[in-house]
């Protein structure tokens, strides 16, 4: 069971996670505040849940987690800004890897735009949602998937998964501590995406796989032919790339993925 006791005394932050909802099982912590009225929810409020009995990822595919053993939670978000929501997740990510490399000392990459990856395998991985009042932003929610303390799992996975305890060789992972340890390292990187502070594109960019280098690109499932270079991320959080005629493309979306020439 997770202590809130000690999260709350390793909790830093002045705003994020103040807040916490804390449920044994939920069908999912992005719908359970997806249908809440707007009133009650608050910039930075967590949902966290010990088990989720039906935790969704990218393009709806199911997120596997076993109960007890990871890190599975919401955060809501009520920015004053509209644009930009798609660098919420990338801070997120970065976060995500930064907190994860403290503990373990071991490199992650993320693979654009929601997933973290260790030696190829996923570690984590991010769900943003975004509700509208007319034109006017209501929330975000960014719901996170880590793999803590999971040792085994299922062969049917879309992609091969690892977890916290196994990059470094089977530890039990303080999973209070490092939920605290990860709002306390997000907390600035979303207050930069508030002040378009462009330092943290720079930063983001530097850490996405592909970057700089020349590949191919994914886009509805369908892989292109031709090669493109990865420039990283604008000021909006869209990924953009250079394609062999010089035009620079820009994707606003998340339905492209990066695949390398070599990939099947």
Not at 125 to 150: F, H, M, P, S, W
């Amino acid at each position: 069971m997770f202590s809130i006791p000690s999260f709350n005394r390793m909790l830093q932050t002045d705003w994020l996670g103040r807040r916490l909802w804390y449920f044994r099982t939920l069908d999912s912590s992005n719908r359970y505040l997806h249908d809440l009225p707007g009133e009650r929810l608050s910039h930075g409020l967590v949902c966290l849940t010990d088990y989720q009995t039906n935790g969704r990822g990218q393009f709806g595919r199911k997120w596997y987690s076993s109960a007890n053993e990871n890190l599975t939670f919401t955060i809501a978000l009520k920015p004053e800004r509209n644009d930009g929501l798609q660098l919420f997740s990338m801070a997120v990510m970065l976060a995500l890897k930064e907190t994860i490399e403290d503990m373990v000392s071991a490199r992650c990459y993320i693979k654009w735009p929601n997933d973290l990856l260790y030696s190829g395998e996923k570690i984590a991985g991010i769900l943003t949602e975004c509700t509208y009042n007319g034109a006017k932003l209501d929330r975000i929610l960014l719901g996170i998937g880590i793999n803590v303390n999971q040792s085994r799992f299922p062969d049917s996975l879309a992609h091969p998964a690892t977890s916290v305890s196994r990059v470094s060789g089977g530890q039990i992972a303080d999973r209070p501590l490092f939920l605290a340890m990860l709002l306390n390292r997000l907390e600035p990187y979303i207050d930069q995406v508030e002040d378009g502070d462009m330092n943290l594109v720079y930063h983001i960019n530097r850490i996405i796989d592909g970057y700089g280098e020349w590949v191919t690109l994914m886009v509805g499932g369908v892989r292109e032919e031709t090669l493109v270079k990865v420039l990283g991320v604008n000021e909006f959080g869209h990924l953009v790339v250079l394609a062999e005629n010089g035009d620079v493309r820009t994707f606003t979306h998340q339905q492209v993925r990066i695949v390398y020439p070599t990939d099947h």
